[in-house]
């Protein structure tokens, strides 16, 4: 990793329940959340359970069975929240250019409305 994992950053606390969070989906390997400053009609917020800082940190050292269980939960919450047929965009910001701010790697899904071009 580029960075050592801080487990004190806000999304570790969320996923030890010291601080609450808007949870729509859990499992084994994520936990999905409302995105408590939306920048979307539906912004919700999908983390793995393990201590990973980035997409490339995750990437890189979590097993098999972490990475498909996430990328499943993604899907799931996704399809719950009724998303597949309109549409949705995800996003996961790694790294210093991309202005990560919370150093547990998240992603985003971005919903509910046309959501324009990318970087917009
Ligand atoms: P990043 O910029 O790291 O990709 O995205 C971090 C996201 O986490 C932002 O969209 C921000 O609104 C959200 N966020 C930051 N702190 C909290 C929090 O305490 N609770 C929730 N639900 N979202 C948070």
New binding site residues.
Partial sequence: ATQPYDDQN??AK?LRGE?P??KVYEDAHALA???????APT?I?VIPKGAYVSWDDFSDRASDEEIAGFVRAVGKVARAAGLVAPGYRL???TGPD?????PHL?V?IFAGAPLGPMLA
């Fill in positions: 806000i999304f969320i601080i969070s808007s959340f409302h995105d408590i400053n939306p920048q912004h917020l996003l996961a910001n991309s202005n990560q701010e919370v998240h985003h």
